[in-house]
Every structure is written in C-alpha cells, then in structure tokens.
C-alpha cells in the first residue's frame, strides 16, 4: 500500500482575490448548467440546498481523471494508480485544509452526509451506546440525522431526545441543557437547517455538550457551502459533509472525526483496504483514514470534490458567504411583501434557505408553476418532517441560493410568485 503521507499537493490550493468588488456575472460564467433556457425562460436555480451546481473547473478535473488517471488508488505500484493515489489523498489534504482538521486521516471520505452520520451510528453508536443511554438530536434535523439515530436506540434499548425549537424555528438551548445527563452518549445536530435556514449556535452546543462529557456530530451538510467552518474553533467531535451540495459531484462527501474518536471506533465496513492482515481466524485493521474506507471509493467524485476546494478558495469564500447573505436578505425583503406569502423559519441568524407557503396553494402547485417560468425550487417536507409537524404546514416551497444567484433572479422569483397568487385568487 502507498503511504497516504507525504504524497505532495497536485496543485497549490489558490489564493483568494482581496478587496475586488463580487462580479456575479463573472463567477456565473463559471457554471456551464446555468448557460441554459428552461420553458423558453432563463433559469433561474434556486435548489442549491439540494443539490448545488458545478464550475467548469470541477467538470475538467474529473475528465482529466477519467481521460488520463482512471485506475484504482492504494494498490497498484504502477504509474496510473500512483497518480490516482495522489489525487484521491490531494484531496483528502485539500478537505482537512477547508475544515482545519488537525491530519488529513482525521478526513474519511463518505458517499456524502447520509453515509458520513451512519459511519458513526455504526462505529461510534453501536460500540458506546447501552441499554437506558440517550442520544440527543434536535428538532429541526433533516432525516439522515434522525433515522440512523432511532435504528440505534431501537436495537440497544436507549432513548433518543430532541432539542425542542421555538416558532422562528430557533432551538431552545435552556431545554437542551436541562435533556443532558450522565446516561446522554452523544448529541447529534445540525449546523444549517435545510428546511428553515437557522443557523444554530453549535460552538455553544458543543461547549455545553463536553461539560458533561458528550461527544457532538454537527451535520454541516448545509453549513460546509455557505459558512466558513474550522472544526478545531468549533471543536466538534464528528462534522460531516456533502460534496454535491459544495459544487462538487454526487458520490463525494467528508466525515470528519478527531482521531481519538475515530481510533476508538468499530470500523463501518469491512472489505478491501481496510484491513491490516486477514486469515480465516482473525482480521486486524489498519489505522485510519484506510480503517474507514472499505473498498473503491468514488474516485473521480472525490478528487472533484477537491478542485472544487481549490475552486472556492480561489474566488474568496468569506466574500461567497458575505454576497449570500446580502442575496438572502434582498429576497426575504421582497418575498415577505408580498400578499398571501407567509416565510417559514424567522430566525435571527439565518443563511441561503427561504421557505415560503402561499395561503390556499399547495406547495407541489408553486413548484409547478415556478418551473413553468424556468425556476427551480424544491417544494416538499425536504425530509424533515418533524419540522413541518412542529410548524403545522403539509409541506413548503423553498428557494436556496448560492454565491452565483442573483438579485434580477430573486426578482423573477417574487414575480413568479405572484403570477402563483393571480392564477390561484
Ligand atoms: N443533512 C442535511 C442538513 C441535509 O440538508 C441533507 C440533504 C442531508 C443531511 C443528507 O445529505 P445527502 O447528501 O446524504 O443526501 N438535504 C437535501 C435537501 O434539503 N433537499 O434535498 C436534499
């Protein structure tokens, strides 16, 4: 096996640009899918909480992958393994540079947040959690953070609990402090609310969480594209991420962990690469990030994952997330006037998500006829469906943007809207 350190950088992660005004249009250019007309309109993507879209410099490095280095990684002591190899672990370092991660190894690669949490229900959950323990969660997580969570407590006999949430859809931290105890084995929240926007005071979760001496995954599925994040700052035990949702593949992700969890932790699946020395009589694991990363990962995915690091390092992410802010603010601004419009989720610290129902209109009909005038939106419970239970509404539609929408697009969208209200009145 080729060592996963000292394998130099493909390519030095770019400097961001300083003081330079946000070029939208510029940075659009950027995005070859949204070169495009949809019902003889152009569209306008407003489904990034999704799935975000992809620069051109994604797309080349994953055909150069394909076109040049197609092979499988770890094993082979010829030229293209060699070379996939020090793509794949580029990345890897590429990641825990994003995250400041202490070590790379502290980076396992995952099909993306699904996999990352049930890598640690799995290696985590299954090996501490007991008969009569707790797992706290909150009540506005998406359902890959509820699910895994639930199979957990329903095959070890503990109890899952939830961090109830006020109308604004903002967490009740005096209620999380009281659910913790001596029998509480992790905390599992998340970062951004898909279906609301919040953002949630994890730093503060996660300080409160280890003075009882609780371990906390942030599901940053949301946050990762649209906040800046460092994982030692926040001091997290496990954070993980989407590579689709950071305009990178599908099939890409991140399951960060410190390695004192990690180390301690059942591996999730066995197969190849992931072992020490196997005989029929006993199987011993290597050490980690391999211990975690059982057979061929997505390759091309996750290399693309890394360019598209190097990507939104290149064009500024506190100047993204800046812009992003403002966007979000312009559109709530104009949405909320707008008759019959009611927002869902008012929280005080919010980012890129608007959810939104019109009063007598199913959602599903708004996405419908959004998408008559070339808009994407998701309309749905966006797999949170506590949350649509907590709020009393079937379902919502929901705009989310990213650093490539526009205001004139946020525009179209409150149109749109409107041409909703009159079709429906
Ligand atoms: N956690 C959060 C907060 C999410 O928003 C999502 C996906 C996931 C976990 C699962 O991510 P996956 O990449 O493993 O599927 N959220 C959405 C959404 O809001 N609309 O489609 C998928």
């Not at 499988?72 to 060699?82: A, C, D, K, P, W």
């Not at 639930?150 to 070890?156: A, N, T």
């Not at 993980?240 to 960060?256: C, E, N, Q, R, W």
Request: glycine letters at 8%; proline letters at 4%.
């Amino acid at each position: 096996m080729i060592s996963t350190e000292n394998i130099l950088l493909e390519t030095p992660t770019p400097e961001p640009p300083v003081d330079e005004a946000w070029d939208v249009e510029r940075i659009r250019d950027d995005f070859p899918v949204l070169r495009q007309t949809v019902n003889g309109k152009p569209l306008v993507y407003l489904d990034n909480a999704a799935s975000s879209q992809v620069p051109q410099v994604v797309v080349d490095r994953g055909a150069r992958y394909l076109e040049e280095e197609h092979s499988n990684i770890h094993r082979g002591v010829h030229y293209l393994s060699m070379r996939a190899t020090t793509a794949y672990e580029g990345a890897r370092e590429k990641v825990k540079r994003f995250l400041n991660a202490r070590e790379a190894k502290e980076c396992i690669f995952v099909r993306g947040a699904t996999e990352g949490i049930n890598l640690v229900m799995h290696g985590y959950g299954r090996k501490f959690v007991s008969e009569g323990d707790e797992v706290i969660v909150s009540a506005m997580e998406h359902h890959a953070n509820i699910v895994p969570w639930q199979m957990l407590c329903e095959e070890k006999g503990a109890r899952l609990r939830v961090i109830p949430m006020n109308d604004a859809g903002e967490l009740l931290l005096d209620e999380y402090d009281a659910l913790l105890n001596e029998r509480t084995k992790i905390v599992a929240v998340n970062h951004i609310s898909n279906a609301l926007g919040t953002v949630n005071p994890v730093k503060e979760i996660i300080a409160t969480a280890h003075k009882h001496g609780v371990p906390v995954l942030v599901d940053g599925a949301q946050s990762a594209p649209h906040l800046a994040v460092d994982v030692q700052d926040l001091d997290c035990d496990f954070f993980v991420l989407s590579g689709h949702k950071m305009f990178a593949p599908t099939g890409s992700g991140i399951i960060y962990g410190k390695a004192e969890w990690l180390e301690r932790m059942n591996p999730f699946q066995g197969g190849g690469d992931m072992i020490r020395s196997v005989t029929f009589e006993k199987t011993t694991y290597a050490g980690l990030p391999t211990k975690f990363e059982a057979g061929t990962p997505a390759i091309a995915s996750q290399i693309g994952l890394g360019a598209a690091i190097d990507y939104l390092n290149s064009i500024g992410r506190e100047r993204a997330v800046a812009y992003e802010k403002e966007l979000l603010a312009y559109a709530t601004a104009k949405i909320s006037a707008i008759e019959g419009v009611r927002i869902i989720g008012t929280a005080r610290e919010k980012a890129s998500v608007l959810s939104f129902v019109i009063e007598d209109v199913h959602p599903h009909d708004i996405g419908t006829i959004l998408d008559q005038e070339g808009i994407a939106v998701r309309a749905g419970h966006h797999c949170a469906q506590p949350v649509m239970q907590r709020l009393k509404v079937p379902a919502t539609a929901r705009a989310s943007f990213a650093f490539y929408n526009t205001k004139e697009e946020a525009d179209a969208l409150a149109g749109a809207i409107e041409k909703v209200i009159e079709v429906f009145s």
